[in-house]
């Protein structure tokens, strides 16, 4: 479910929109100049919030982007098993098996408190509190 839609020209830096069904955060919009026919272009760079993949695309300014919807919860890191890690939410005390990103995996040990989002469905780890 997508919070709301914006348009192209709107996607200010540190705004999160959806390209290509990937959640990513707009890093800059260049806009053109309205020419000829009357409608702005925009180069949008974003970087994507899972896997930090750099994505460039060029859009019309009039053309509609989702915005999604991200949820920030606290977890406890129940058990961690390879590269994935059992976490229970401290709100709702659900159990999750979440894939433990590469850059955290020495950092996150058992008992751990860490900061997970669901964004659109997908939950990952994004940092140890």
């Known amino acids: 479910m997508v919070l709301k839609l914006i348009d192209a020209s709107e996607a200010n830096p540190g705004s999160t929109i959806m390209i290509d069904g990937v959640p990513c955060v707009v890093r800059s919009n260049d806009m053109s100049?309205?020419?000829?026919?009357?409608?702005t272009k925009c180069r949008i760079e974003a970087i994507s919030v899972i896997d930090g993949k750099k994505k460039v695309l060029v859009a019309s300014g009039?053309?509609?982007?989702?915005?999604?919807?991200?949820?920030?919860?606290?977890?406890?890191?129940?058990?961690?098993?390879?590269?994935?890690?059992?976490?229970?939410?401290?709100?709702?005390?659900?159990?999750?098996?979440?894939?433990?990103?590469?850059?955290?995996?020495?950092?996150?040990?058992?008992?751990?408190?860490?900061?997970?989002?669901?964004?659109?469905?997908?939950?990952?780890?994004?940092k140890r509190i």
């Open 33 to 39: 100049k309205t020419g000829k026919h009357g409608h």
């Open 62 to 126: 009039h053309e509609r982007f989702d915005v999604p919807n991200i949820k920030k919860s606290r977890a406890q890191v129940l058990s961690i098993n390879q590269s994935m890690a059992n976490i229970m939410d401290l709100e709702t005390f659900e159990t999750l098996d979440i894939l433990i990103p590469d850059e955290l995996k020495e950092e996150i040990k058992g008992q751990d408190q860490v900061e997970y989002w669901d964004i659109e469905g997908q939950k990952i780890i994004k």
